[in-house]
């Protein structure tokens, strides 16, 4: 276990039980360098438990990188409530969770992931202040949506040379609750839109609202675009697909986009910019963070629009490094998270 935790560079791992409400979950802390740990509580089936505490390992320390790169004075963790095989009381349940966090002290906030709703959060609320996505809070796609919008304007500023998406093509996979928010920002702006989702009510939606162009599932990834805009599923950019991207950048919404790491290297090997999706996605975690530091609105906005700046900037070092996106993102991450470990005395040594 503790040669796992050390793989994952996490610093504290917790189990809670509680035989009344059938709670078995687990808090993986990745990081409370930059402030409070936050990140999406899971609450799904797992055949063995040790698959539950790897899905919290696994996911903890993106976490951090996210959260870092946001600018928010937050670092990562994850949650896994192992949903009880028989039939149980859901409101006991996260009451029971919330309970757990609170045992931390506010190292860890909770937020919403698979299997979590808005309603489980606000029963989690009722035994901890440490948790955001309430119904208070409201749902955060609306904020990833914009943060994805002005991730999408700074790689074509910097791709393309333009300062408009007025008549661009994008190709949009997923018109879920992201998806379809940015189809709206994007024909608003003046973009054509190419979309798929395996849900034809979606599709058509988009269809009517926006004028787009439908396509089946399989056939999203050659269509003729400027943006391709993953906003469904994870690991859709692999050896198998970005041979047959026919794009000039890719920038959207999904987690987890590359299905290995080399993937973010064979985009570069085709000279297609990756906006890289922890970066981009990032609107909704500012939103959750920001509310729960009581600050929303106009400021809330500007925090999230700044994720088109982030993204220049590694747009900006990746050229002038020759290296991938993706990895200049993670060493920007690394480097945030060291220098708020790095004890002041040391730094200013370092610097003299
Ligand atoms: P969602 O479930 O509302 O939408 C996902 C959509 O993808 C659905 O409409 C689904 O039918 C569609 N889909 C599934 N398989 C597909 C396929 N093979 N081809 C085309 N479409 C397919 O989810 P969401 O909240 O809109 O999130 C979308 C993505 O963005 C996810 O990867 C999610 O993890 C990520 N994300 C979401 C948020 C947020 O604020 N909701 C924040 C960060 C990241």
Do not use: W
Not at 48 to 77: I, W
Not at 242 to 257: E, F, K, R
Not at 295 to 306: F, H, L, N, S, Y
Not at 318 to 325: H, I, L
């Amino acid at each position: 276990m503790f040669k796992q935790m050390e793989h994952a560079g996490l610093t504290d791992l917790h189990f809670g039980l509680d035989p009344a409400s059938g709670l078995k979950a687990i808090i993986a802390i990745h990081s409370t360098a930059r402030g409070a740990a936050i990140g999406g509580c899971r609450c799904i089936h797992y055949a063995r438990e040790q698959d539950a505490v790897t899905d919290a390992l696994r996911l903890a320390h993106g976490m951090s990188y996210k959260a870092a790169l946001a600018g928010l004075p937050h670092g990562g963790g994850k949650a896994v409530i192992i949903e009880p095989e028989q039939p149980y009381d859901r409101h006991h349940l996260m009451a029971a969770f919330g309970r757990f966090v609170e045992q931390l002290g506010g190292r860890y906030i909770t937020a919403m992931d698979s299997g979590t709703e808005v309603s489980d959060m606000d029963s989690i609320a009722t035994t901890t202040r440490f948790v955001s996505c309430t119904s208070a809070s409201g749902d955060p796609s609306p904020h990833t949506a914009l943060g994805v919008f002005a991730g999408i304007q700074a790689a074509v500023r910097h791709r393309l040379g333009r300062t408009t998406l007025e008549g661009l093509t994008v190709s949009i996979q997923g018109l879920g609750h992201v998806g379809h928010a940015i189809a709206a920002r994007l024909h608003a702006a003046g973009a054509r839109l190419i979309v798929s989702d395996i849900d034809p009510d979606k599709v058509r939606l988009c269809v009517d609202q926006f004028d787009a162009k439908a396509v089946a599932a399989d056939a999203i990834y050659a269509v003729e675009a400027d943006v391709f805009c993953p906003c469904g599923l994870g690991a859709i950019l692999n050896a198998t697909t970005i041979p047959q991207l026919n794009c000039a950048l890719v920038a959207g919404s999904a987690n987890n986009q590359l299905a290995e790491d080399e993937d973010g290297n064979r985009l570069r090997a085709r000279n297609i910019l990756y906006a890289p999706d922890y970066v981009i996605n990032a609107g909704g975690l500012i939103h959750v963070a920001l509310h729960h530091a009581g600050i929303d609105g106009e400021q809330r906005d500007a925090k999230i629009r700044a994720i088109g700046d982030t993204l220049t900037h590694l747009f900006n070092e990746a050229d002038r490094t020759r290296q991938s996106v993706h990895h200049v993102a993670d060493l920007h991450a690394e480097a945030l998270l060291k220098a708020a470990t790095t004890p002041l005395s040391e730094q200013e040594h370092r610097h003299a």
